[in-house]
């Protein structure tokens, strides 16, 4: 097994090897690799964003944001070939496997690589409630990401399944004994306003959903299917009496 080793983000090494898997140049990454066979699971190291120190591995660089880096799935297979762990995990702020970070950015072609890599697909620890790959690309609205995780065999819960317009398996949850609960349901009608389902929205409101929950980001659904340019839904919504969350609090105030 290749030792494991840590270099500061500085580090000329570590700076050549990002600039190789961040520009897609697998010739500087072979050569990279070539002689250093700790380098493929090595961690980059560097503060992120005020919160402290953060390791990334060299596939957490290839699906880092925005994503859709050139060459990446060539990268992946590079870089697994090479020895790289496909379920490694972010340090730091989170625990984030690279399947995590392509699935928060909509890319479809590192989605396929690394399950192609053995990538586990319902791995823990995601931002989102520390939930799978799947429920990173609900939360962040990457519909495309989510689409193929599904395709690819992903088990969604209750909130994946409203927010994607799942409706067979909405109506199988809410069937369970014991039922969902109100919070949990409306959770899930808040995730159906964001995905613009309405069949799903009108079926959990049936069902005893707020409808002006303030939920992630502080906002309600009205807002967060506006967001999303949910026309459909935000009409739906606005003929129910939905509230934004400024119409709410001004109402809490009074």
């Known amino acids: ?13 570590a700076v050549a090897v ?8 697998l010739d500087a990454l072979r050569d990279l690799l070539a002689g250093r066979p700790w380098l493929a699971s090595a961690w980059v190291v560097e503060e992120r964003e005020g919160r402290g120190p953060g390791g990334r591995s060299l596939l957490h660089l290839a699906t880092d944001w925005p994503g859709h880096r050139p060459r990446g799935p060539e ?19 989170h625990r984030e496997t690279p399947l995590h970070w392509a699935a928060s950015n909509d890319d479809v072609p590192m989605i396929d690589a690394l399950v192609a890599a053995g990538a586990d697909i319902e791995a823990d620890g995601a931002v989102i409630a ?43 949850r809410l069937a369970t004994a014991p039922p969902p609960s109100p919070e949990e349901i409306t959770q899930a009608f808040w995730g159906a306003c964001q995905g613009g389902r309405l069949p799903t929205a009108a079926r959990l409101l ?42 709410r609090e001004a109402a809490d105030r009074t």
């Open 1 to 13: 097994m290749p030792t494991t080793r840590t270099l500061d983000s500085r580090d000329s090494i």
């Open 18 to 25: 990002t600039r190789a898997v961040v520009t897609g140049d």
């Open 75 to 93: 990268t992946v297979a590079v870089l697994v070939a090479a020895g790289a762990d496909p379920d490694a995990r972010f340090t730091g702020a």
């Open 130 to 172: 520390g939930g799978t790959p799947l429920t990173d690309a609900r939360a962040f609205g990457q519909w495309n990401a989510a689409r193929r995780l599904l395709e690819l065999g992903a088990r969604p819960t209750f909130q994946d399944a409203a927010t994607l317009g799942l409706l067979d398996r909405v109506e199988a």
């Open 206 to 247: 049936e069902h005893g959903a707020d409808i002006d929950r303030i939920g992630w980001d502080r906002l309600t659904p009205l807002d967060i299917a506006r967001a999303g340019q949910a026309d459909e839904v935000v009409a739906w919504l606005t003929d129910r009496g939905a509230r934004t969350r400024a119409e």
